[in-house]
């Protein structure tokens, strides 16, 4: 069974700095491409950053370069997004997902992912 579960959300003052976890079971990390995307009311899915296990390759959205981190830990098992210097506008759920590496994918685009966590909230006051 595929899994993907995100940790890690919460209320946080602008500012401040959040690190969300996306511990992966069911499949082979380095076969997929992870994802963690964002999303707010009305608003389509936001990509914010990517990351190929297999060779350590990233991409980040642009609203977010130059103060996310995505990365993975030494098992490969769990995909972690840091993110810096919040604002209001990082308010949003933020989901993990996983898109299978066997077929041509735009890392940040979130149609083209086959698996999602159900996402965690972060909510940035001012």
Not at 32 to 42: A, L, M
Not at 78 to 107: F, G, K, M, N, Q
Request: charged content about 15%; proline content about 3%; aromatic content about 10%.
């Amino acid at each position: 069974e595929v899994q993907l579960v995100e940790s890690g959300g919460g209320l946080v003052q602008a500012g401040g700095s959040l690190r969300l976890s996306c511990v992966a079971s069911g499949f082979t990390l380095d076969d997929y491409g992870i994802g963690w995307f964002r999303q707010v009311p009305g608003k389509e899915r936001e990509g914010v950053a990517h990351i190929t296990t297999v060779n350590g390759r990233t991409s980040y959205g642009y609203s977010v370069k130059g103060r996310c981190t995505i990365s993975s830990d030494s098992s490969k098992t769990t995909v972690y997004l840091e993110i810096d210097s919040l604002t209001p506008e990082d308010t949003a759920v933020y989901y993990c997902a996983a898109v299978d590496l066997s077929r041509a994918h735009i890392p940040l685009a979130p149609d083209w992912y086959n698996y999602w966590g159900q996402g965690t909230q972060v909510t940035v006051s001012s």
